[in-house]
């Protein structure tokens, strides 16, 4: 009889790499593997088992992570699969209330005990290296998973809590991992952890992020690298001196920034002031000339009267990010915040407040995308559509940041990089022409 498992993967980039180790543990162990349960998965013959890998970050990933696991409940009950396991931050995080709740679950795990369950289901301990997986993003872009876990404990964020201290991973099993998916044909590397400016300190005595980067960037075949999360406080310059130096280490950084003001910044327990922030984001942009930052932005936070909210506003117009993502504070039981303060600003006034700044930003994205009209970009090729090809700049994250919309002028090809022009703009798409390169 055959035997299937479909992973299905809800919230962050992290969890992904997760479920994408499990797959290849899976795998090896012989089973057929997938990331959905299509209509063939769930019409086949033989044993057919689900894995929910659930998000627990914030209330709507929370309340997500529930209606998945119900839904595979009721398709277990009506015996549209066999079984149905859940893993991941939500079962990390809840693990004393959730099996008595949902008893329909046949086992659950946690963020880290999740290898266990190719042990359960195969009775023997998979055999490959504990960074090789699946990939189920394009062939060629993949994430790359550096640290674990958080030291910054910032008032807000349940994250701490659920995945433990920061643990770092160390450099020569990260690049044996780079060079082994440069052989399968990945050629950019989305590298991520939930502090990327505290890479190393734990293993190392010291940060190592910048010599991490500076040797990723000289593996043969990494065309670009790219850089998710950074904190602000104790930020590592030298960082943005590899960034500098190297063509294929992309001028983008995504540093969640949070606020402004001084006041909510210190309730935050973010430890750095908003003149240390602006201080910060202007030696980035004379180190880095042409960076694209991608920031994080919450409104609503206790302590955020009118006076703290228009603060912000004016940062954003100030800072002109050309990467901005916004939302609503929202409590999260055990963490500092929810102890220490109260939630008072009620929710309407800060949907109100989070649309505005939106609006903001918007108006500046569209601003400075329409300077790019007319300017040579390179691209890489993600997917064809009927109408155009649509590919990324360097300066773009797969899934969260603008495409590119290339004309089907010139035949191009998945996952290749190609020189284009950029026609008009959109404040969250460009258009484009290729660019025929003269082989003389």
Known sequence: MSKKIAVITLGCSKNLVDSERLMMMLSNVGYTVTDSADDDFLSSTGERIIVVNT????????????????????????????????????????????????????????????????????????????????????????????????????????????????????????????R?????????????????????????????????????????????????????????LELLDVMAKHSNVCKYLDIALQHISDNVLENMRRHITGNETRELLAEIRRRVPGIHIRTTLMVGFPGEGDKEFEELVEFVKEQRFERMGAFAYCEEEDTYGAKHFMDDIPQDVKDTRLNRLMEVQEAISDELQQSKVGSLQRVVIDREEPEFYVGRTQYDSPEVD??????????LKRGEFYNVKITSAMPFELMAEPVIEDEN
């Open 402 to 411: 603008p495409e590119v919309l290339i004309s089907k002028t010139t035949p």
């Open 55 to 178: 998000c627990g970050f914030i209330g709507d990933a929370k309340e997500e992570s529930i209606n998945e696991i119900l839904f595979w409940c009721d398709a277990k009950s009506s015996g549209k699969i066999s079984a149905l396991y859940v893993m991941g931050c939500l079962s990390e995080r809840y693990s004393g209330e959730l099996p008595a709740e949902i008893p329909e679950v046949d086992k659950w795990y946690g963020k880290t005990d999740w290898s266990q369950l190719v042990t359960d289901l195969a009775h023997k301990r998979p055999g490959s290296a504990p960074y090789d997986r699946i990939i189920t993003t394009p062939r060629h872009h993949a994430y790359l998973k550096i640290a674990e876990g958080c030291n910054r404990f910032c008032s807000f964020c349940a994250i701490p809590l659920i995945t433990g201290r920061y643990r770092s991973r160390n450099i020569e099993e990260i690049l044996e991992e780079v």
């Open 180 to 236: 082994l998916l440069v052989s399968r044909g990945v050629k950019e590397f989305n590298v991520i952890a939930q502090d990327l400016t505290n890479y190393g300190k734990d293993i190392y005595g010291k940060v190592e992020i910048a010599r991490l980067i500076d040797e990723m960037a000289s593996v043969p075949g990494v065309e670009w690298i790219r850089l998710h999360y950074g904190y602000p406080k104790d930020f590592p």
